[in-house]
């Protein structure tokens, strides 16, 4: 157990649609990151948040937004889905950034 | 930018020893990481090198050379439960952010 919850497991929807990923980062990480996996692919990162703030942003659609809240938690908003955005979505926490500790996912299935 | 290439996929048999690749070209560098991730698994972390030479860490090693952009995964003993993928990544100087590549795919063999 990484010490990293994620919430839902499993989500399935239709095109169109919003949904909202939730995730609880280790007990004192100030960092939680968030990343894309598609089928067969490798990981692409989203977004990172530091303590509230958000600190970069990698290849994330402006159909997705994310926001860190005071108690650390973390939640990745998807709207306007489509079928290509079915994926596994996985946060990860780090103190340091060297060493990124992830959630078991979230897999989003868009029918 | 940052871009990482690790080969596909390997494949091995039970017991033996197997080096995984990673040749990277970014625009900053300040480590290079390696993850493991079963089908339908999280990453996990494996071994971190922010200095040229070898890291162990039991039955794994990882190696990294700056100076040819380059580092591997060295797995021994191998055992039917590190059928895995496998990814090196990248962190920028600020931390901001793991660019990971593709992952290679290790098949191990009875």
């Known amino acids: 157990d990484s010490g990293v919850t994620q919430t839902p497991k499993h989500l399935i929807t239709a095109t169109g649609q919003r949904v909202t990923l939730r995730c609880s980062p280790r007990?004192?990480?100030?960092?939680v990151y968030w990343y894309q996996q598609s089928l067969d692919q490798g990981l692409q990162f989203l977004i990172h948040?530091?303590?509230?703030?958000?600190?970069a942003k990698g290849n994330i659609l402006e159909r997705f937004s994310a926001q860190q809240f005071p108690d650390l938690h973390s939640e990745l908003n998807l709207s306007s889905l489509e079928l290509g955005d079915s994926a596994l979505y996985f946060c990860?926490?780090?103190?340091?950034?060297?060493?990124?500790?992830f959630g078991a996912g979230t897999r989003l299935s868009v029918l | 930018g940052q871009s990482l290439e690790q080969p596909s996929e390997v494949t091995a048999v039970e017991g033996a020893i197997v080096q995984m690749n990673c040749t990277y070209q970014t625009s900053g560098f300040y480590g290079l990481s390696w993850y493991q991730q079963h089908d339908g698994g999280a990453p996990t972390f494996l071994s971190y090198?922010?200095?040229?030479g070898l890291e162990e860490t039991g039955r794994f090693s990882s190696f990294l050379s700056r100076s040819d952009s380059y580092g591997y995964l060295l797995l021994q003993e191998l055992q039917m439960k590190d059928s895995a993928s496998y990814f090196c990544a990248v962190r920028d100087n600020a931390g901001n952010m793991l660019t990971f590549g593709g992952g290679t795919r290790l098949m191990v063999k009875p």
């Open positions: 090198n922010a200095l040229d």
């Open positions: 990860a926490s780090s103190v340091d950034g060297d060493i990124q500790y």
């Open positions: 948040y530091y303590n509230g703030e958000e600190r």
């Open positions: 007990s004192g990480d100030l960092s």
